[in-house]
């Protein structure tokens, strides 16, 4: 036996058993006449002691132990005498009669501590050391918490996970698809499912009325920060339901996610929610942050008409209201002009007004305004004393973009994106397509299964670009967090929206041929949405990085340096597949 | 709304409610003056019925209604006349006052029913009409249920489920590896896990002391009845534990998934234990039906030195004893001689006894048997009144092999391998290594991550052919449902263990350099084991063939016939991959 407990769980009322801990050595303190070893497992610490009582043998041994060697020990539990209150094992220690070394350890890389000398590429090339540290031991409890919560959700109100394949089908829409030789079927080709969109579907029409899933999902593109090319999504769907019936279910899980992993109610009240249009209007986004206010004023009316070129000129003019900046120096506002310049974001300038303690208001275009004509834009905006406003004119777009990171930035800098506040929401009538410039064709914003809201069925053919979806997003403090929409169930519909996506019937049939002969016999009205796991567990976590939330993650050109993956295979293997590799510049 | 409830909810106490309930168009029975229609969902069948009372805007919609055609409706619930009691919703019926189709169907291309007269390549390309059937649409809910309680029981005992990479890496040893290239690695491949198992034991040198995870595997090799090239484990380690440890904790959750899935309770009585070497010696088989007992005898040193030339010129001659069988007619006897004798199997040959009433025993061999020798014989295999005693002689591998079938042939004939009647058990001390003739090197029987028997542990460099295994597997049944071993977790016994493997230490640095390298930095002892995820389910279900277990499998030449996989890909996407196809003869 080596242990019959772990290293969190002794505690005063445990004072004089006799315990068997194993573990790994935190730290050894050895002050000659004794020593104390901090030994660690995935339940805590616990402080062992090695004094003149104890066998020759085993104060031998102290000299020969060193970090994060694993060993197993006996001892008595006794009272400490100086307590660590910071522990939940710190009123006690174990007196070691018997000490086995059951690993030996090199110094480790970087040290095992929450804050860890070890950078970001030596951390996870030693990735299994970095699982030790607590952040990201946490994590992955925090991840086996809310995986079960989900499970435990569903589960109740009747939804069945189902596993759907992971080698599926390669199809042009699907150009990030990663593609699997099948050996035994030589030339071809499986592919691993970017999500299992039209399977979870087909279990619909399979009459699976609830159905959910946590899945590994793939794609080979360009990574960023926060995309991993295999991923986690919690995919649901439902037949016999409207959008309200997903919205709500989902809504309840998300409380019960909220209570029962973060301790934190939201109470009965309905989640907010707010159109796509409205979203980009007030927000510049279709995930704005509304843990704070801080709106988009659209401000054109007023600003137009005053002979300020640069006013005058813009198609749209656009204000946000920060609460108390009005302090902001000429440095601090200048800083902020920069931020604003910034290629990613794209403005030419910054124009500003602060709201005085009288009231009035003074700005950066005086010489073009009345002081009525301030207080105008002041007050549409909501301008009160100590307030400062900041305005950016242009494009449309453009603006709306760049007031949205600017929001972003004076909420962070005023200390209203609150760590461990949450304001959950729905976006939803996203608009169905999209035009893209260069193919000169709609693409699906979702994805070609999107239901158009009843409503504006007759634009399909009319005014395609008008449409808007049955869909809706979950986000997050600005994150999103999740999405999905009501789906086309019925063939005719979906062979037109095939169409106005640009497939000719032969494609549509060859690509997607199996879902649309599974609509003719008898597909029920259906809809559902798909979670980030990854980035769900994020959010909960309180830290940005999703690596942080998987075990193995890869890094941003996609590879393992752990078992150093992707790596060359062998020219057998290649023959096997009947494939050669052949590089082009 | 679609519906207030489910086609399985309604009882006598919902009479004279009205309710809304949206399915599938089981059977309409049009009677003319009035029309019966069976709705079914997920959860069962109601009966809808359309009189005279009825508005004639429903009454004239029966005639266009059809099988599979998807409805909703708004009714009466009433009391039935005449009432069916095989159906839970049997005693009442809906009088229906609005209906809706909401999607027509073709007539399917084979019948919903639990016989259905499609075969099997047509249900495979129907699949998602197929799942509408009650045999495999309860398949799926039983899966759903023990995927429950074994996460359930596993979470209950402190283990975490930690996701494993898909992507990983390909190494020699995985001849049957699944590769994947790499778009942004051009002419380097990630590969499919056949198991987690070296990212699991990661788990464990990074402290996660109990881990399970319910994960996708993979598989290119020939597909046999009832392996998929996509599978399902229970994936489970453990970390500072025996081998007691790990199969007191599984043989629980075996009880608590007979408990809480099928209702089976198997007591507090551990599951038998037998060591592989008896098992074969017993059984002729590493994973014995042990429903009944009928075991082989060696009965070699009876059976030789009385001039009959087959029993002394045989390496060894083996007996079963089948209970109440001397009633076997000549027919019949013909019928097992023919059974052993096919290729499969390969005896020359069938001896038989039969022991009579009076306890004399007559045999096909009798001219060269003494009656007491004969007695001697049907003692040692405890021969009684009416038992038929059945002999095979030759190379004792293959005799073993043919009374392990020729067992199980008879058990099945005698009504011994009861359906719903479980045997639950462990194989032990599994031999470490097999030689391989082809390769003339030793491979690991299980895999090289499995730790010798400690009081072996000498023998690995003198006589590594006969280590044992710290290795169990869990078998009911006669099938092999999980397997797993303590595993090595000392760097130089690895190093060790893949000399004996014939890597040279460049291979095992190259193929497995992380895991030895991870061994450098204190690895705790820790072992596990894996289930086969659909064996264990089919094995529940009470069928055979896994793939009615899993919602969308592949055929036997790893093809989903239902979206047409694997196929081409289009010359672009090769190109992107640095790839050209190649095909050889």
Same mark, same amino acid.
């Given at each position: 036996?080596?242990?019959?407990?772990?290293?969190?769980?002794?505690?005063?009322?445990?004072?004089?058993?006799?315990?068997?801990?194993?573990?790994?050595?935190?730290?050894?303190?050895?002050?000659?006449?004794?020593?104390?070893?901090?030994?660690?497992?995935?339940?805590?610490?616990? +402080?062992?002691?090695?004094?003149?009582?104890?066998?020759?043998?085993?104060?031998?041994?102290?000299?020969?132990?060193?970090? @994060?060697?694993?060993?197993?020990?006996?001892?008595?539990?006794?009272?400490?005498?100086?307590?660590?209150?910071?522990?939940?094992?710190?009123?006690?220690?174990?007196?070691?009669?018997?000490?086995?070394?059951?690993?030996?350890?090199?110094?480790?890389?970087?040290?095992?501590?929450?804050?860890?000398?070890?950078?970001?590429?030596?951390?996870?090339?030693?990735?299994?050391?970095?699982?030790?540290?607590?952040?990201?031991?946490?994590?992955?409890?925090?991840?086996?918490?809310?995986?079960?919560?989900?499970?435990?959700?569903?589960?109740?109100?009747?939804?069945?996970?189902?596993?759907?394949?992971?080698?599926?089908?390669?199809?042009?829409?699907?150009?990030?698809?990663?593609?699997?030789?099948?050996?035994?079927?030589?030339?071809?080709?499986?592919?691993?499912? +970017?999500?299992?969109?039209?399977?979870?579907?087909?279990?619909?029409?399979?009459?699976?009325?609830?159905?959910?899933?946590?899945?590994?999902?793939?794609?080979?593109?360009?990574?960023?920060?926060?995309?991993?090319?295999?991923?986690?999504?919690?995919?649901? @769907?439902?037949?016999?339901?409207?959008?309200?019936?997903?919205?709500?279910?989902?809504?309840?899980?998300?409380?019960?996610?909220?209570?029962?992993?973060?301790?934190?109610?939201?109470? @009965?009240?309905?989640?907010?929610?707010?159109?796509?249009?409205?979203?980009? @209007?007030?927000?510049?986004?279709?995930?704005?942050?509304?843990?704070?206010?801080?709106?988009?004023?659209?401000?054109?009316?007023?600003?137009?008409?005053?002979?300020?070129?640069?006013?005058?000129?813009?198609?749209?003019?656009?204000?946000?209201?920060?609460?108390?900046?009005?302090?902001?120096?000429?440095?601090?506002?200048?800083?902020?002009?920069?931020?604003?310049?910034?290629?990613?974001?794209?403005?030419?300038?910054?124009?500003?007004?602060?709201?005085?303690?009288?009231?009035?208001?003074?700005?950066?275009?005086?010489?073009?305004?009345?002081?009525?004509?301030?207080?105008?834009?002041?007050?549409?905006?909501? =301008?009160?004393?100590?307030?400062?406003?900041?305005?950016?004119?242009?494009?449309?777009?453009?603006?709306?973009?760049?007031?949205?990171?600017?929001?972003?930035?004076?909420?962070?800098?005023?200390?209203?994106?609150?760590?461990?506040?949450?304001?959950?929401?729905?976006?939803?009538?996203?608009?169905?397509?999209?035009?893209?410039?260069?193919?000169?064709?709609?693409?699906?914003?979702?994805?070609?299964?999107?239901?158009?809201?009843?409503?504006?069925?007759?634009?399909?053919?009319?005014?395609?670009?008008?449409?808007?979806?049955?869909?809706?997003?979950?986000?997050?403090?600005?994150?999103?967090?999740? =999405?999905?929409?009501?789906?086309?169930?019925?063939?005719?519909?979906?062979?037109?929206?095939?169409?106005?996506?640009?497939?000719?019937?032969?494609?549509?049939?060859? +690509?997607?041929?199996?879902?649309?002969?599974?609509?003719?016999?008898?597909?029920?009205?259906?809809?559902?949405?798909?979670?980030?796991?990854?980035?769900?567990?994020?959010?909960?976590?309180?830290?940005?990085?999703?690596?942080?939330?998987?075990?193995?993650?890869?890094?941003?050109?996609?590879?393992?340096?752990?078992?150093?993956?992707?790596?060359?295979?062998?020219?057998?293997?290649?023959?096997?597949?009947?494939?050669?590799?052949?590089?082009?510049?």
């Amino acid at each position: 036996m080596y242990r019959s407990t772990n290293c969190g769980s002794l505690r005063i009322e445990n004072v004089s058993q006799e315990v068997t801990l194993a573990g790994w050595i935190q730290k050894v303190r050895d002050l000659g006449s004794m020593a104390f070893i901090d030994l660690r497992d995935r339940y805590g610490i616990t +402080q062992l002691s090695i004094n003149d009582t104890c066998a020759e043998e085993v104060r031998n041994m102290v000299s020969k132990l060193g970090r @994060e060697y694993v060993i197993s020990i006996t001892g008595k539990v006794v009272e400490r005498s100086s307590k660590n209150k910071k522990i939940a094992t710190g009123e006690v220690e174990v007196v070691v009669e018997k000490l086995t070394i059951l690993s030996v350890s090199e110094v480790p890389p970087f040290t095992i501590e929450d804050e860890t000398d070890g950078g970001e590429e030596l951390r996870a090339k030693y990735r299994y050391l970095d699982l030790r540290r607590n952040p990201i031991k946490n994590a992955m409890i925090l991840r086996h918490k809310m995986a079960k919560e989900v499970r435990n959700y569903l589960d109740s109100k009747g939804f069945l996970e189902i596993e759907t394949p992971i080698l599926i089908k390669s199809t042009p829409e699907g150009a990030r698809d990663f593609v699997v030789p099948s050996r035994m079927n030589g030339g071809e080709f499986y592919a691993l499912p +970017q999500s299992p969109q039209t399977f979870k579907q087909l279990l619909m029409v399979a009459g699976f009325d609830k159905y959910f899933q946590i899945v590994k999902c793939f794609r080979d593109e360009d990574l960023r920060a926060d995309r991993q090319p295999e991923f986690t999504q919690i995919d649901c @769907e439902m037949s016999f339901v409207e959008r309200e019936d997903v919205i709500s279910t989902f809504e309840g899980m998300a409380k019960a996610m909220f209570q029962n992993v973060l301790g934190k109610s939201l109470g @009965e009240a309905e989640f907010p929610r707010m159109t796509w249009a409205d979203a980009m @209007e007030n927000y510049g986004s279709d995930k704005p942050d509304i843990r704070f206010d801080m709106k988009i004023n659209n401000i054109t009316d007023l600003a137009k008409g005053h002979d300020f070129g640069v006013f005058d000129d813009a198609e749209y003019i656009g204000a946000i209201c920060a609460k108390g900046a009005s302090v902001y120096t000429r440095k601090q506002l200048d800083a902020l002009t920069d931020f604003v310049k910034k290629p990613q974001i794209g403005s030419k300038g910054l124009a500003y007004a602060r709201v005085k303690d009288d009231g009035s208001v003074k700005s950066s275009f005086d010489k073009f305004f009345s002081p009525e004509a301030l207080k105008a834009i002041s007050d549409k905006v909501g =301008g009160e004393a100590t307030d400062l406003i900041l305005i950016l004119s242009g494009d449309k777009k453009q603006v709306l973009h760049a007031l949205c990171e600017l929001r972003l930035e004076m909420g962070e800098k005023l200390g209203l994106r609150k760590n461990g506040v949450f304001a959950p929401m729905w976006v939803v009538d996203f608009p169905l397509l999209e035009w893209n410039e260069e193919q000169e064709r709609y693409t699906a914003m979702h994805h070609p299964f999107t239901s158009p809201l009843q409503e504006d069925m007759e634009l399909l053919t009319t005014d395609p670009g008008k449409v808007r979806a049955d869909a809706y997003d979950f986000v997050i403090n600005g994150v999103e967090i999740g =999405g999905g929409s009501i789906r086309i169930h019925d063939r005719e519909l979906q062979q037109k929206m095939f169409k106005a996506l640009g497939f000719t019937p032969e494609e549509a049939e060859n +690509q997607f041929g199996f879902l649309l002969n599974a609509f003719k016999y008898g597909a029920p009205p259906h809809g559902g949405l798909a979670f980030g796991f990854d980035r769900w567990c994020s959010m909960f976590g309180g830290t940005e990085s999703i690596r942080d939330y998987i075990a193995f993650p890869k890094n941003n050109s996609g590879r393992d340096v752990m078992i150093d993956s992707p790596s060359p295979i062998f020219d057998e293997q290649l023959k096997e597949l009947s494939l050669q590799i052949k590089k082009t510049l």
